[in-house]
């Protein structure tokens, strides 16, 4: 199934100016935004729709604390729609919608649909950077700027917390034909859909049923400085910082998630593996170690001179 | 509640004025790891510490209720929390308690205790 990845993630909100709010200074492009929900977009057009959550257009809410309703699916063309719709009727409803979206149920009765992908093939470079042996900037451009566009590239992946996550993933790769690129023993699978080299679109990760969910949701920056950079200003703004900046082992992204009014994390990432079908996947238990190559924390800036700030 | 006790008779940590503390809102303290919320003369103090994985709970500075502010959120993964008893309602850590902090009125402002180590 020539399945690229999200294209959209559908939230029905509690408190819909919060996350308005929220969305608007994380950095997406918002192409509406008002008391009755708002629309925020990246770079190519993936992006995050808020609803109230009291909304009767939106599937079921989980009897959870989780606030995500649905997950768009971008898949290549009509041909991949059709399989998809062929492959899952064999044993469950799938609704097609006036606009031609599919809509169905995965096995732990996450909503999730699929459409011809909205994304936007962006023609962008990624940061450049100098090292002895390999030059990639200009002479004379200089890669620190204040007024750096940091608008999030493209949706990157979502986690899920699941009850039965052996089942779980036997959707996603046996009906859907992701495949798993890792996986830590115990927690749960990255997952991979055969549209995209990205190492993840999707992890999930075993809880108790009470916990059953969106754990986060991530964009791409274009670097790990647009990672700092964009951290840092939400920082700035009074967001609270939950883990990171840092760079992860499974992936190689850069991370640094943060709380939100919208029931989950929230993540910038950069700079993440691609891998293809001749990559083994690795097993690993959870843990400090293992989840990252190094963390760093945010502090204020301070100059050699004086004492640091506490 | 009052004023309180005089502030000679206080060793404590003082938070802030209780006037400064919207009505039927909250604010974080992160140098002492706590926050307040306000209803009305009623204050609660809580440690920012969710009993789900021990992280703080805002989602911004002083943003610790829902919209209607009916329930303290902790915005790691939208765990509702009773504003009276601070017991998890719903969500990640489910029957589990915020732990309360023991404070008092002094001139209007309120105060938790020094001996706290965490404080």
Same mark, same amino acid.
């Given at each position: 199934m020539n399945i690229i990845g999200p294209d959209r993630l559908i939230f029905g909100v509690d408190d819909i100016v919060a996350c308005n709010q929220y969305l608007t200074d994380y950095g997406l492009k918002v192409v509406r935004s008002g008391p009755e929900g708002g629309l925020f977009e990246a770079l190519d057009g993936t992006g995050v729709e808020i609803r109230a959550k009291t909304d009767p257009t939106l599937p079921p809410a989980f009897e959870t604390a989780n606030m995500l309703r649905e997950t768009v699916y971008g898949v290549a063309d009509a041909s991949t729609l059709e399989a998809i719709e062929a492959e899952l009727r064999k044993d469950r409803e799938v609704k097609r919608d006036g606009a031609g979206v599919l809509h169905a149920f995965d096995d732990m009765g996450f909503a999730i649909a699929f459409q011809v992908t909205c994304r936007r093939q962006l023609t962008l470079e990624a940061e450049k950077v100098n090292a002895p042996g390999s030059l990639n900037r200009a002479v004379n451009a200089v890669a620190t700027r204040d007024d750096e566009d940091l608008t999030p590239r493209s949706l990157s992946h979502v986690v899920?917390?699941?009850p039965d996550v052996a089942r779980a993933e036997a959707f996603y790769v046996k009906r859907l034909g992701f495949r798993c690129t890792d996986r830590f023993t115990g927690v749960g699978p990255f997952l991979q859909p055969a549209g995209t080299q990205d190492h993840h679109t999707l992890f999930m990760i075993q809880t108790p049923p009470f916990l059953?969910?969106?754990e986060h949701f991530t964009f791409h920056m274009a670097g790990p400085s647009q990672v700092m950079q964009a951290g840092s200003r939400f920082v700035a703004k009074g967001y609270q910082s939950f883990w990171?900046?840092?760079?992860?082992?499974?992936?190689?992204?850069?991370?640094?998630?943060?709380?939100?009014?919208?029931?989950c994390h929230v993540e910038y990432d950069a700079d993440m593996d691609l891998h293809d079908a001749s990559w083994t996947e690795r097993e690993v238990p959870m843990g400090a170690d293992a989840s990252q190559l190094f963390l760093f924390q945010s502090r204020d800036k301070w100059a050699p001179g004086g004492p640091p700030p506490k | 509640m009052g004023a309180g006790r005089p502030a000679a008779e206080v060793t404590g940590r003082s938070l802030c004025a209780v006037a400064d503390v919207k009505d039927g809102?909250?604010?974080? =303290?992160?140098?002492?790891?706590? =926050?307040?919320?306000?209803?009305? &003369?009623r204050i609660d103090v809580w440690r920012d510490d969710c009993p789900h994985q021990n992280v703080p709970m805002a989602w911004r500075t002083d943003e610790y209720l829902n919209r209607e502010g009916t329930r303290i959120v902790c915005?790691?993964?939208?765990?509702? =929390?009773?504003?009276?008893?601070? &017991?998890?309602?719903l969500g990640a850590?489910?029957?589990?308690?915020? &732990?309360?902090?023991?404070? &008092?009125?002094v001139d209007g402002a309120i105060v938790i205790r020094t001996n706290d180590k965490r404080s």
């Amino acid at each position: 199934m020539n399945i690229i990845g999200p294209d959209r993630l559908i939230f029905g909100v509690d408190d819909i100016v919060a996350c308005n709010q929220y969305l608007t200074d994380y950095g997406l492009k918002v192409v509406r935004s008002g008391p009755e929900g708002g629309l925020f977009e990246a770079l190519d057009g993936t992006g995050v729709e808020i609803r109230a959550k009291t909304d009767p257009t939106l599937p079921p809410a989980f009897e959870t604390a989780n606030m995500l309703r649905e997950t768009v699916y971008g898949v290549a063309d009509a041909s991949t729609l059709e399989a998809i719709e062929a492959e899952l009727r064999k044993d469950r409803e799938v609704k097609r919608d006036g606009a031609g979206v599919l809509h169905a149920f995965d096995d732990m009765g996450f909503a999730i649909a699929f459409q011809v992908t909205c994304r936007r093939q962006l023609t962008l470079e990624a940061e450049k950077v100098n090292a002895p042996g390999s030059l990639n900037r200009a002479v004379n451009a200089v890669a620190t700027r204040d007024d750096e566009d940091l608008t999030p590239r493209s949706l990157s992946h979502v986690v899920y917390f699941v009850p039965d996550v052996a089942r779980a993933e036997a959707f996603y790769v046996k009906r859907l034909g992701f495949r798993c690129t890792d996986r830590f023993t115990g927690v749960g699978p990255f997952l991979q859909p055969a549209g995209t080299q990205d190492h993840h679109t999707l992890f999930m990760i075993q809880t108790p049923p009470f916990l059953k969910g969106c754990e986060h949701f991530t964009f791409h920056m274009a670097g790990p400085s647009q990672v700092m950079q964009a951290g840092s200003r939400f920082v700035a703004k009074g967001y609270q910082s939950f883990w990171g900046p840092g760079r992860h082992r499974f992936g190689s992204n850069w991370f640094w998630y943060f709380n939100s009014p919208l029931g989950c994390h929230v993540e910038y990432d950069a700079d993440m593996d691609l891998h293809d079908a001749s990559w083994t996947e690795r097993e690993v238990p959870m843990g400090a170690d293992a989840s990252q190559l190094f963390l760093f924390q945010s502090r204020d800036k301070w100059a050699p001179g004086g004492p640091p700030p506490k | 509640m009052g004023a309180g006790r005089p502030a000679a008779e206080v060793t404590g940590r003082s938070l802030c004025a209780v006037a400064d503390v919207k009505d039927g809102g909250a604010k974080g =303290f992160p140098a002492h790891g706590v =926050f307040v919320v306000r209803r009305g &003369e009623r204050i609660d103090v809580w440690r920012d510490d969710c009993p789900h994985q021990n992280v703080p709970m805002a989602w911004r500075t002083d943003e610790y209720l829902n919209r209607e502010g009916t329930r303290i959120v902790c915005a790691a993964h939208g765990a509702l =929390f009773d504003m009276d008893s601070g &017991e998890c309602v719903l969500g990640a850590c489910l029957g589990d308690c915020l &732990e309360r902090v023991p404070h &008092e009125m002094v001139d209007g402002a309120i105060v938790i205790r020094t001996n706290d180590k965490r404080s």
